[in-house]
Nanobody, 125 residues
Framework: QVQLVESGGGLVQAGGSLRLSCAASGGTFSTYDMGWFRQAPGKEREAVAAVSRSGGFTYYAESVKGRFTISRDNAKNTVYLQMNSLKPEDTAVYYC??????????????????WGQGTQVTVSS
């Protein structure tokens, strides 16, 4: 089993930045695609970004493209989400997730097998 623990969330003003981290354990990190997803109250969970197992391919939701950057450090079993130019509509619980490489689609939440507990990101106007 894979365990994922997010950190780095918090309260930030619009236009500010945060970096989320997700530490993985219990599996072979380099065999998993990793993704960040978010869920705001009353809304469905949506994809934010994903990165392939070696970090060579990245995928972004249109709403965050150009503002957020996903990356991974396989030596540290960690995936990151750098969030810049934050907007109030980015407010949500952000979840880290893992799926086996070459299974499913990168930005489909239901295709991911393992999930972290989430970290709250609140952006004030």
């Amino acid at each position: 089993q894979v365990q994922l623990v997010e950190s780095g969330g918090g309260l930030v003003q619009a236009g500010g930045s945060l970096r989320l981290s997700c530490a993985a354990s219990g599996g072979t990190f380099s065999t998993y695609d990793m993704g960040w997803f978010r869920q705001a109250p009353g809304k469905e969970r949506e994809a934010v970004a994903a990165v392939s197992r070696s970090g060579g391919f990245t995928y972004y939701a249109e709403s965050v493209k150009g503002r957020f950057t996903i990356s991974r450090d396989n030596a540290k079993n960690t995936v990151y989400l750098q969030m810049n130019s934050l907007k109030p509509e980015d407010t949500a619980v952000y979840y880290c997730a893992a799926k086996r490489a070459f299974t499913g689609f990168m930005l489909v939440p239901g295709d991911y097998d393992y999930w972290g507990q989430g970290t709250q990101v609140t952006v004030s106007s």
